[in-house]
């Protein structure tokens, strides 16, 4: 079945397609964000912090150090440790600059000594709102781990990553199930429920619960509005799926630049639970509550949604759209109602787990399209259309990303997940789970 | 505004302009003429610049013999990618390409640093290339160019209309029919005795070795290659000039690269202009100018796609996209 | 309905078929019989079971068997197909004909068996090999190449062409004379096909009908020794239809074979010297039109197709009274 040849029933030529809608989708938008624009202009400090640690006194925090940020337009400022060690140095947002951060070694108490050949003074890199500066104190006592030691911890750091991918993935696979349509645009529902959390939570102050569960909300709202403004015309025009294709890659180009409008190329994090205290998992590997809660309800939500894709009317309509949409239509389906509701829980699947990578790889405006590919090999290697084959193949993509780093440098982890997906089509083009394709 | 319309004349012939011009030529044979979905073209370039410029920088290579080893290796990756691709529906060769692409800037921009000098990239290659310039010496600028840049947009277009030649000759020769017939439907080609996949190979091979071209004159411009600049927006960007010049015309993504330079260019400059109004700056600076302006791309993408798929100056009946 | 009023040219066609040297024709001036006289003679008296043997066999097919899934869609055990003659191949549908057809043509692979033409092996070939063999397929929902015009389309079927390898293509001298031979042809089947006044309008804008023709055309652009159509009668109207038949019986006496797939019984009854009656994968009947017409079990696997009666029953039990429900196999 060629792509092209699959097309949505078509039904009365209605409306001109899709473009007054998109640029109301785009206005709202853009009211949405302005708003947070605004306000985070008012709000926007950076924020330097580190803590201070005596390795020669079992890791004792040290008290009473003097830091001193300078900004790169000359502004100086100062903060001392406190009884935790830590330090936090306030300097404001309106520089984006380089910040240089120097401990002042006069202020060290003594018997208390910077590290042989580490630096008094740091360049942090990064333009995130909290930026972090470590200095070493006391002699060099890490343990090497060998790289086998580490492999619990890839493995729980995998798993993790595949879960949250799995939300990304289940929304593409199930679009790409009922309408044939490859969505480029994907990755930007994952941004918007990454940049709607930061929004409630930074912006209007809400706690980090009530702003994840109001990011997924506004994430359907908008895959509401992603069909009926734009795809659901463009099926009754009969657009060709290659075409559509590429019209989701300029729709692709306009979010993306259109997030980068609001929140530069800044990396934002959340307020809270940004760098949570790990703990120790039978010595194996660290884990924190902030991730099993991650874990936990992106478990409990993908159940959900296969239970309701099972059993439930709508879910066996959907199902039934993905196996033959003129079949489907013909016993009495709507299939326009199924898809829009498709693209409604589609998103806000991308926009809960857009909300979950803002914690672990902070806001920016390019995260959807970072993760875009990593989803599209997910959806690739557990076999394209199929429910279990995304979530399959997103843990099987997380696992292979994080172990990969075993074997290969760390930079290149994308590019072994890629590696994989090229291997997995080679030997089985229909995915993992996916149903190989009948011919004539 | 008479440094907007300069600028934009400036940006719409000069080497960068001719390096995606080239990159939308390849895409146009693969994509335009023969409907494969090469979304990896900026790997072909990537190895255009790097392995040209790592072959004369750390090699030692004289120019144009690491000119043909560039291309030898542009010819292996079609082959790699098409080898397995080709046989199966039309959206694998999309993603494996793609896949492709991003191994590809993450190796150049990561690994093999004694070659490809990491983050930096590679430089100190166009000594030789610059060496051949004979233009007379003068400072400042000619028609807004540099004598190197001038050098460089000479010799880019004059391979740019040497290769439209080729691809218009091509084209109406019975090979490019059997192209453009799988375009429409391999099935009822390969159902008259042609040999379809080898057809799609060599439209891979041909595009992708333009591609490479293409790398080499923006290599040569720049004098200098990053493994940032190959990332995926670059292929899609060639394909918006593709389309906006029109698909499966000889100089559709000509006409496309110069006008998408020159338009990105003017409105980047009356962007600018405007964002430096300090009412306008609220709600506007300049970073902010230049999404605003990359917007505009995606918008203008999408609304080609959707209402003018044969390109701004194309005939509606003749449309290789079955869009509608 | 007498077929014999179609406006078939009788004589223009040998020229075309005169000009391809693979095509049997060719010799059919020399002997006294044409190919498709002794086609038609080596029919008579056959046993009219399935899987018989055949005189002069063009094709023959072994256990080939084909499934998707679970799901078994082709278990040929044995045909064969006469040479010089009209074979039709109908079943009900659903019985696996046009997948046979994609196995015969290298556009499906088979799970096991063999397959000759002409007595090579078309075992793993691909459908472009099979295709330059001599043995040219049409498909059921007609393929023609939309936005080429209806004279490129008919170039586009000739074989061994200069112009069409890569770096001859960009040197016109090289395929210009042997463009216009091809040009000369394609013109005379055009006009033989009515379509002349056609020729620089696009493909996509034709008729249904129309384009069933050209399809035909265009597959004797390619010389073909054996024609394979699939449903050529779908989707044309009343008017067309009677030049279509008159079409297919030319190629006959041109001295091609030809095999077709058709729902249209009146079709098969006028033009077809054999009939093969295929169901649920299986031939399950073979003969002259006029008595598979009425034969019971093809009768049966027609009515059982509506019944879902199992076939293999049919087979055994010709006068199946009571029809028991078969289980669900889609």
Known sequence: MSPSSRRAPQGARRRGPAVTLLLLLATSLFAVLALSGTAQAADGDRTVVGTLRNSADDNAPVPGVTVDVETSDGGQYTAESNEEGRFEVAVPASDTGTLTVSLDTDTLPDGVDLREGAPDTLRPTGSLSTVTANFALGPDDRQVSTKWDQVPQLLYNGLLFGIVLSLGALGLSMVFGTTGLTNFAHGELVTFGAVMTYMGNRVFGLPIMVSVLLAVVLSAGFGWLNDKGLWAPLRRRGTGLIAMMIVSIGLQFLLRNLYQYFTGGRALTYREYVTPAGQDAFGLFTYTTRDVVIILVSLLTLIAVTLALQFTRLGRATRAVSDNPALAASTGINVNRVITTVWIFGAALAGLGGAFLGFSQSVTYQLGAQVLLLIFAATCVGGLGSIWGAMLGSIIIGLFVETSTLLIPSELKYAGAMILLIIVLLFRPQGLLGRAQRIG | ?324 | MPADTSPTPATGATSMSASTPSSPATGSTGTTRSVADQGRADLQGLATEPGVKKKDPIVVATDVRRTFGGLTAVDVEHVEIQRGVITALIGPNGAGKTTFFNLLTGFDQPDSGSWTFNGTSLKGKSAYKVARLGMVRTFQLTKVLSKLTVLENMRMGATGQRGERFWAGALPFLWKSQEQEITARARELLGRFKLDAKESDFAGSLSGGQRKLLEMARALMVGPELVMLDEPMAGVNPALKQSLLGHVKSLREEGMSVLFVEHDMDMVRDISDWVIVMAQGKVIAEGPPRSIMTDQRVIDAYLGAHHDTDISELEHVVTAEHQQPKEETA
Request: a neutral charge; hydrophobic letters at 55%; charged letters at 15%.
């Open chain 2, 1 to 324: 505004m008479i440094d907007a319309f300069t600028g934009a004349l400036h940006d719409g012939f000069g080497y960068v302009a001719i390096s995606y011009c080239l990159a939308a030529i390849g895409l146009n044979i693969q994509f335009g003429y023969s409907g494969l979905l090469n979304f990896g073209q900026a790997a072909f370039l990537a190895i255009g610049g790097y392995i040209m410029g790592a072959a004369i920088a750390t090699s030692g290579i004289p120019t144009i013999p690491a000119m043909l080893i560039a291309i030898l290796f542009a010819v292996a990756l079609a082959l790699i990618l098409g080898v397995p691709t080709l046989r199966l529906r039309a959206d694998y060769l999309a993603i494996v390409t793609i896949a492709a692409a991003e191994i590809l800037r993450l190796v150049f921009g990561t690994s093999f640093r004694e070659y490809f000098r990491g983050k930096d990239g590679v430089t100190g290659f166009a000594d030789g290339f610059r060496g051949l310039n004979p233009l007379p010496e003068y400072d400042g600028f000619f028609l807004t160019y540099s004598r190197n840049e001038l050098w460089t947009i000479i010799v880019g277009w004059i391979v740019v209309i040497l290769i439209c030649v080729l691809v218009w000759a091509l084209m109406r020769s019975p090979w490019g029919r059997v192209l453009r017939g799988i375009r429409e439907d391999e099935d009822a080609v390969r159902s008259l005795g042609k040999n379809v996949y080898g057809y799609k190979m060599q439209a891979l091979v041909l595009g992708g070795v333009i591609g490479c071209i293409g790398g080499f004159i923006g290599a040569f411009g720049a004098a200098s290659v990053q493994a940032d600049t190959f990332n995926l927006d670059f292929t899609f960007i060639a394909l918006t000039m593709l389309i906006l010049g029109g698909a499966a015309r000889v100089l559709g993504p000509v006409v496309g690269a110069i006008l998408f330079w020159a338009v990105l260019s003017f409105l980047g400059s009356i962007l600018s202009d405007l964002s430096a109004n300090p009412t306008v700056a609220q709600f506007m600076n300049a970073d902010q100018a230049s999404n605003v302006r990359l917007m505009l791309v995606g918008l203008v993408l999408m609304l080609l796609m959707i209402y003018r798929p044969q390109g701004i100056f194309g005939d509606r009946k003749e449309i290789a996209l079955d869009a509608r």
